[in-house]
Structure formats: C-alpha cells, structure tokens
C-alpha cells in the first residue's frame, strides 16, 4: 500500500483540464435559473442521482465523473444519498411506468430551490424506447426539467459540461 | 448418446439453427423439468411466444442444454388452454421465469407453487401486455411480501431509489438484530417493454434494443441479437469481423472487471482500489473510443458482422494501453493480496454453495466461484474462440473473495486474449450482408457477467419474437441465498460481488 501510495504522490495528477461549459446548456439554462437561488446556492451543487428506466449505460458515465481524469468534486458538485440533501436531481432513463411514482416522490422529497437535470437521450423523449406500454417517455413528462444533456450515453466531459454550465450561471445575462 | 438425445422426443421444427427445436408433449415437458431436479439437464431460459401471426397458438419455449457436453436443445409447447405445466414446481430456478411468463403472456404454469405477478407492479395501464394486451383491472390486490416468523425480528424496506448511483429495485431485508434472516427482492421497475418494441421491428431497429438492454454489456448483447439473426438466416460474419467482436467483447469483460474490483473492495471502504481500478477502467474506455469511435462500443457489433473496423493506429494504442494496465493491475493484486482488513470482510462472506450454482446453472463469475465450469467461450467455442489459446478460471469457495479472485483471473486471461486477437486479426470485410428471408435462431453468448441467451424468429425480415435472457434471472435468487446469516452491512459488498443488472432482468 506505502508503495502504491507513493507512485501517487510522486507521479502528476491524472487530472484533466475542465471543459468549458456547454453553449445549449447555456441557453436553456439562462431561462430556468434564478440569480437569488444561485447566490444562496454559491459555486457548490449536491446532486442526487435517480435512474428512471436506464439501460445503465448513463450511470457508468456518471460514475467515471468520480474517477481521477475528470474528479468531479473539484467543482464542488457531489453525489450524495437522499433527494433531502440534494440540489439537483439527475434523472437517467425514459421514466419507465414502474418508476414514475419513484420519481415524482422522490422531486417531491428534495427542498426547494432544486433542478432536474435530464441525463440521456433516453430521458429527454423516450429516444428509442418511445410508444411502449412501459414508459411515460420522458422525463419532463413526469418532472419539470431545466437541463437536457443529449447523448446515448453522453461522455463524461458532455455531462461535466452540462453541470459546470449550471454553477457558472452567475455569469451569464439572463435575456 | 447424451442426456438430451436421449429424453428428447418430438417433432422437430424447421429453420431452428443451430441447436434443434422440438415440438414437444407436456408429458416430455414434465420429464424435461425432472431432468433438471435430478441435475441432469441446465435450464438456460423459458419464454412465452405468442408469435406476431393473431392464428399462432401461444407457445412456451424452454432453451436446455446438458453441460458436459454443451448440447443445447429448445422444446416448445403448445398451451392450447393457456396452461402449461410448471417448470418451477420441481426446479426452483424457474419459478421467477414463469411469473414473469404469467405477467407478460397471461400463461399460466399449473401447479407452480408462486403465482404473484413478477415485472408487472400494477403501474401498466394493461395486463399481459404481450398476449392478450388488455386494460389493467383496477382491484388487484396488494403485493404480498413472503411471511417471516420469529420472535424480535424486524423488516428493513430498501428502494427501488437507493443510495449511490446505481440502479432501481427493491430489497426487503428481515434481520434479526444484525443478522440477515431473509432477503426478498422485488424488481421490475426499470421494465421499458423491450421484447414488446422488438416485435415487428425491422432487424436495424431491434439490433439498437438489444444493445441498450443492458448498457454495460451492450457489446455482449449486440453479439449475442447479431448471432441469432445470423443463425436464423444461416450466414456468418466474415472472420475479420469475428475477431473484432471478440475484441470489443473482451474490452468490455476488462473494463467491467476493472470496475468491479476496485467496487467491492469500495464497499468494504478499501477506496484506494477504487480510485486505482477507475484510472484502469477509463483507460480501456478511452482506448475503446479511439478505437471504435464509443466509449462502450454500443451499436459496433451488428448482425452480418461489425459497424467499424479497427481504427488504422488501433492495435499499437490497444497493446500500450493493455501493457500498461496489466503492470498497474499487477500491483493492485498484491495490494489485495496483502491487505489483511480487506480479506476479513470478503473471504467466508455471502457464500454460494456449489450445489445452487449447479442446480441454477449459475453464469458468469457467480457459478464459476463456485465450481461451475462453464464459459460459453469455451464450452460452446464459437469462433474466434474456438482458435484462440485460454483457460477457464474456476474456484469453490462461493464467497466474495473468490468472486473478486475469477474477476483477476479472467481479467488476466483477456489480456492474453486480446493480444492473440491483435496478433492473428485477418484481413478481408467486416461485414457480410444479411439478405431476406425467415427463420428462428438462438445464440448464447459470454459477456462479462455470464451468458447472453438471444433467442429469434424472423418471418420476412422482420422480427416476429425476439428474446432475451440476461445472465442475471438466474444469479438474481443465488443472492438471496447467499445473503442468509451475513449481517445488514455486508450487503453491499455481496450486492457488488453478483453485480447482477437490473435493466437486463426487467428488460
């Protein structure tokens, strides 16, 4: 262990430079968020991740926003375990029928101010999962959603761009 | 003469490739399920079929094989009366399989011994959404739990939203004090109607449904969907494109094995193995990406053969990639190894017997932890396997420690893989075209978590009825078993251990 320790403390950190904030991102976000909340709020976000019907495949990218290339927490975004201490919920999936209760107990469980960030193509329109008995088909059909992040599954640096574009709102004029 | 030839009597069924289909009576269908009681047969899989023909009568079909052989052989009965007779009566591991039968089909097993709806929450605006598909009655009864009894015992209700970031289900847990005296699971939440969707689907549209069935082994269900087309056409991907699947498969094994390892020990709060086992697994996905243009490789492999072929500087980038994480890896092993505190919360700790890894025909590291040989790589050889040089790593102990150790082993044996794949990649097209036609296949393939049974049937290039059975249905019960007499607080890390998927199960 004293070896493996070392090599770490000796060898630079495997850490990336952070992307710059998405411009979609931006946009949609300018017309959601509010200057008071986020100045209560400051530059840190606790994020509450809820899979609504994912293949899994956004989770494994959410979880490599852990690891040391991108080390989500230099942003002062964490994950944590209950909707109650959560700012932000991160919702994966086409909402399936079975989870929509979930979901909406689980909005309703985390204080207000808060925002949803739909993860996925999965979660913005059902995306390939569309017109089955199982799914409502999309988050914002179940939640109000602020965020959209696109892709199947968007890269780690799609979604780190996404949720820096949510704390850098301070700067950005609303319209 | 094996076991199957010998009890197999029936009407064979045209256009079944490569194993046989047999029409069978429900007297063979009973001494099919006395086959497996006795532990002379595995069951691989049972579906409901109602075809998408409205003259069809709804079928069962049961996928068998006898393991020391690797015969595979699926028998189908007609349920004339909507009833077959219960598998899961004399052979527990089927008991989920006919629930779910029961609440996607409406077929009822007779004489199953658990009939509660399995899949179906009562969330569905219908009921047997893939036979009768009719509106959902609005007086079901309750979800009734299964009876505990004890003095001072007290129930632990967890999920389906739990703590970290992974996916839905419910876990009952009744303890006394410390001690788990029994779990009960309760999934079906991430149920998106994958079968449904797949049915008269173009083969483009279903292959992207299989592969986003369960996200972590999109590669292996991409394989697997892309095989039984091409069983069921009779043709085969070119050999380029066989390796390169067998590539991207044993990418996907290292970088979920890398994952995993470094998880368990997570839950046993080890976390510098996690931190190490992340840089380890992003590595293998950055070089999946640069390889085949997708950090998981989704939607690569596609019936006929791949989407892509190796990027030019590809195999350079592979083996430097691979070297170095096999030296990195190395030491984290002897880090483990040495790691006394660790070793006492995972060695002893969720033990599955031998005899339930036989009796479920455990997949995946879950059997081969305890002492079930089989690899459908191996077992089965399909190519490239059947010319690559490799050893099928099995140990006895069932516990957490020996889950962890055949992830090592196997994670070490990739490596090997890739690099003969690297070495012996032919050169030719990457995919052959898949033309008309109908037909039925079935294909099982070895992901990282154990084998992806796809089973189809086209009718004019359209999917008729596709099905897919995750390694997980049958590893899913194994946890409950093994989680007997361990306290509250090991559960993650027996959870972590299976890693089973939920999305691949609830499909």
Redesign the interface.
Same mark, same amino acid.
């Given at each position: 262990?004293r $070896?493996?320790?070392l090599e770490s403390l000796t060898h630079g950190p495997?850490t990336e430079t952070a992307p710059s904030p998405g411009d979609a991102a931006l946009a949609e976000l300018s017309a959601s968020l509010e200057r008071t909340a986020r100045r209560r709020l400051g530059r840190s976000l606790a994020i509450r991740?809820?899979? @609504?019907?994912?293949?899994?495949?956004? /989770?494994? /990218?959410? %979880?490599?926003l852990?690891?040391?290339?991108y080390d989500l927490e230099r942003f002062g975004l964490r994950?944590v @375990?209950?909707?109650r201490h959560a700012d932000v919920l991160l919702v994966t999936? +086409?909402v399936?029928?079975?989870? $929509?209760?979930?979901l909406e107990r689980?909005y309703l469980a985390t204080p207000d101010p808060k925002w949803v960030v739909a993860l996925g193509d999965?979660a913005f329109d059902g995306g390939?999962?569309s017109?089955?008995?199982?799914?409502t088909g999309g988050v914002s059909r179940v939640v109000p959603v602020d965020l959209h992040i696109r892709g199947?599954?968007p890269?780690p640096v799609e979604i780190l761009k996404g949720l820096i574009a949510l704390l850098d709102m301070q700067t950005v004029k609303r319209p | 003469m094996t076991a199957l030839t010998d009890i197999l009597q029936g009407e064979r069924v045209g256009h079944h490739r490569p194993w046989p289909r047999l029409s069978v009576t429900p007297q063979t269908w009973r001494a099919v399920a006395g086959e497996f009681a006795a532990g002379r047969l595995a069951l691989l899989g049972i579906w409901g079929d109602a075809g998408a023909t409205p003259k069809m009568e709804p079928m069962v079909h049961m996928a068998i094989m006898e393991e020391n052989s690797g015969d595979i052989a699926v028998v189908s009965l007609a349920c004339a009366d909507g009833t077959y007779p219960s598998v899961g009566a004399v052979h527990p591991p089927a008991i989920r399989l006919e629930r779910a039968i029961h609440s996607l089909y409406g077929l009822l097993p007779a004489g199953a011994p658990d009939m509660r709806p399995w899949l179906d929450?009562g969330?569905?605006?219908?009921q047997y959404?893939l036979g009768a598909?009719e509106p959902a009655p609005t007086d079901r009864p309750d979800y009734v739990f299964l009876p505990v009894e004890g003095e001072s015992l007290h129930q632990i209700p967890v999920g +389906?939203?739990h @703590?970290?970031?992974? *996916? +839905?289900g419910h876990f009952r847990f009744t303890a006394g004090g410390e001690t788990i005296v029994r779990l009960e699971q309760r999934l079906?939440?991430? %149920?998106?109607?994958?079968e =449904? #969707?797949m049915t008269s689907a173009t083969i483009e !549209?279903a292959a992207?449904?299989a592969a986003? !069935? =369960?996200?972590?082994s !999109?590669v292996a269900y991409s394989i697997a969907f892309a095989r039984a087309v091409e069983a069921a056409l009779n043709l085969e991907a070119p050999p380029r494109a066989q390796h390169i699947r067998a590539l991207m498969a044993e990418f996907e094994r290292l970088a979920n094995h890398f994952?995993d390892v470094g998880a368990i020990c997570n839950d046993a709060s080890f976390s510098?193995m996690h @931190?190490?086992c992340?840089?380890l $697994? *992003?590595s293998v #996905?950055r070089a999946a990406?640069a390889c085949f243009g997708h $950090?998981?490789m989704?939607d690569r492999a596609i019936p006929g053969g791949v989407a892509c072929d190796l990027a030019p500087d590809g195999a350079n980038l592979i083996r430097r990639t691979l070297q170095e994480a096999a030296q990195r890896f190395a030491?984290?092993i002897e880090?483990y190894d040495? !790691?006394a505190s660790l070793q006492d919360r995972t060695a002893g700790t969720g033990i599955v017997r031998t005899e339930w890894a036989r009796q479920f025909a455990a997949p995946g590291y879950v059997g081969r932890a305890s002492g079930r040989n089989f690899d459908a790589r191996k077992t089965l050889a399909y190519p490239p396997y059947d010319r690559l040089d490799f050893s099928v790593p099995v140990m006895t102990a069932g516990d957490v420690n020996a889950r962890i150790w055949v992830r090592i082993r196997e994670v070490e044996q990739s490596i090997s893989l890739i690099r003969q794949i690297l070495e012996s990649l032919p050169d030719g097209p990457i995919a052959n075209p898949i033309g008309g036609g109908s037909g039925e296949g079935l294909a099982l393939v070895e992901g990282f978590r154990g084998d992806v049974l796809a089973w189809i049937r086209l009718e004019d290039m359209r999917v008729a009825r596709c099905h897919l059975r995750d390694p997980s249905w049958l590893q899913w019960p194994l946890l409950e078993a093994a989680i007997e007499g361990n306290i509250v607080a090991d559960f993650p890390l027996c959870n972590k251990s299976f890693n089973c998927?939920? =999305?691949g199960h609830d499909l």
């Open positions: 262990m $070896r493996t320790l495997l991740e809820v899979d @609504a019907g994912s293949c899994n495949g956004c /989770e494994l /990218e959410i %979880h490599a852990n690891n040391a290339f994950f @375990a209950s909707p999936g +086409p399936t029928k079975n989870m $929509r209760e979930a689980t999965c390939i999962f017109g089955s008995y199982a799914v199947c599954p890269s | 929450l969330f569905w605006d219908v959404p598909c +389906p939203v @703590a970290g970031i992974i *996916e +839905p079906g939440y991430v %149920h998106k109607g994958i =449904s #969707l !549209t992207k449904l986003r !069935t =369960s996200g972590d !999109t994952g510098i @931190a190490q992340g840089i $697994r *992003e #996905l990406d $950090r998981l989704m030491g984290l880090l040495n !790691t998927s939920y =999305s």
